[in-house]
């Protein structure tokens, strides 16, 4: 990145910049899941919550994660332009973040606190989703698509990496200082990528903040529709086909071990072997690392040596492994040494099977509505997510955590199917076709590097 590039700050003249800014902006959609979704969890399971209410707080947590389809539709019809298409949607989002954890701090809710816990962990996460897409909406807009692998690795590592050290600096504050410390930590953390941000231009002659002096680039103008019937028409008419029909179970196969795992971990911790939050939050901090650096390095290196396929077909197999394994080591549980192998495994095999994975759902996508599109399909996902959670809730009724594990184990099996018998199209043949088809000027914009 030249000098002048780095002074301007403007995201579509530096490829370095690009990589960057979706790495930094995905590390803070990790510290509300460090926080949220593993070290509030695991102070509930070690000051005696029963599995329900933990349940029953992750799935509301994870909830807003699911919704993201309207959030699409909402950012791409709504936009001021003069700042971009994207970046005033992230500061405003950040900012209620920084807000609503700010007002946790203050209300300070206790472990039994059950609802009030759920609520906040549900608002936090809807300004994270909205967070999310609009920096998803970025990516789409501003990288080139020979970037789109090395930035696969880049965004989830980096949310990988922002999760693990949220949940090992949190769950450290909430152990020493109370939860307080955990909501304002985050928020500080929020706060410094926030004025980053507002540093930022997307493109040339833009405003960086609205009373800032600039204007709407040419480009945005052109493209912005601006209109609800042409974008729900598109994104429909791309979501019905047949072949992404078949790929959303896949996609919420993926989430559904998430939601399980989340929960299960720091219940197997309290209850097998009576770890504490700062025990249980200190190691799934340090698997969270690993997970984002293996995101950062092999993950886009398996992808593109194996192809997407069957990369995701490969990490599907040691999911499927990993999960026989426990159900039938049951007796092993309370060996730390299996806990912390277990732990390592899927964190770093959820983060391989999003970077492998997510090729597909871009070769899928329609240019004219691929963010809407793909924010739909990120919302399958997460609707995986939730269901796990709700699944891991009522795992007394279904007969205990290792029946759990063998469903998990089904909607793996599931996917791996999918993989295996369903041929996906090829994300350039597609994008040349359809972009061959679209009026003059609607096409990929070139960018500088």
């Not at 460090?34 to 509930?44: E, K, R, T």
């Not at 933990?54 to 539709?73: D, I, Q, R």
């Not at 891991?392 to 018998?421: E, K, Q, R, T």
């Amino acid at each position: 990145m030249t000098s002048e590039a780095w002074q301007a700050g403007v995201l579509v003249h530096s490829r370095p910049l690009r990589l960057f800014t979706l790495f930094i902006l995905y590390v803070a959609q990790g510290v509300p899941i460090g926080l949220f979704w593993f070290a509030v969890p695991a102070w509930m399971a070690s000051n005696g919550a029963k599995t329900l209410d933990v349940g029953y707080v992750l799935a509301m947590t994870s909830l807003p994660w699911t919704l993201k389809l309207f959030n699409g539709f909402i950012m791409d019809r709504y936009a001021f332009l003069p700042m971009g298409r994207r970046r005033a949607w992230i500061i405003g989002a950040q900012s209620v973040m920084i807000a609503l954890m700010l007002g946790a701090a203050v209300i300070q809710p206790g472990v039994n606190d059950v609802t009030v816990l759920a609520a906040i962990g549900f608002a936090v996460n809807l300004a994270t989703t909205f967070q999310d897409v609009a920096v998803d909406g970025m990516a789409v807009d501003i990288m080139q698509e020979e970037e789109r692998a090395r930035g696969s690795g880049m965004m989830f590592g980096g949310q990988a990496i922002g999760a693990s050290l949220s949940t090992a600096l949190t769950g450290f504050a909430i152990s020493r200082l109370g939860p307080a410390a955990a909501y304002l930590l985050s928020a500080s953390v929020i706060a410094l990528i926030t004025l980053y941000v507002v540093w930022l231009r997307e493109r040339d002659g833009e405003r960086r903040l609205p009373w800032s002096t600039g204007q709407t680039h040419e480009r945005n103008a052109r493209i912005h529709i601006g209109a609800w019937r042409p974008i729900i028409t598109n994104t429909f008419k791309a979501m019905l086909s047949p072949v992404s029909l078949i790929w959303l179970p896949a996609l919420l196969s993926r989430g559904f071990h998430y939601g399980v795992l989340a929960g299960a971990t720091p219940i197997i911790g309290a209850q097998e072997l009576s770890w504490s939050e700062e025990q249980v939050t200190a190691l799934v901090g340090t698997a969270q690392l690993a997970a984002g650096i293996a995101g950062l390095t092999i993950g886009g290196w398996i992808g593109d040596r194996f192809g997407a396929r069957n990369a995701t077909i490969g990490v599907y197999a040691a999911y499927i492994a990993l999960n026989v394994a426990m159900i039938l080591g049951t007796a092993f549980w309370g060996d730390v040494s299996v806990f912390r192998m277990f732990v390592f495994a899927w964190l770093i095999l959820d983060t391989l099977l999003t970077v492998v994975a997510l090729p597909i759902s871009m070769r899928l996508c329609d240019p004219r509505v691929a963010a809407t599109q793909f924010c739909l399909y990120m919302a399958m996902s997460n609707l995986g997510i939730t269901l796990g959670a709700w699944t891991l809730s009522l795992s007394d009724v279904l007969g205990g955590l290792p029946v759990v594990f063998a469903i998990m184990v089904g909607w793996h099996v599931v996917g791996m199917l999918i993989l295996i018998f369903v041929h996906f199209p090829d994300r350039s043949a597609e994008f040349a076709q359809v972009a061959s088809q679209l009026p003059e000027g609607e096409g990929p914009e070139p960018v500088h590097n």
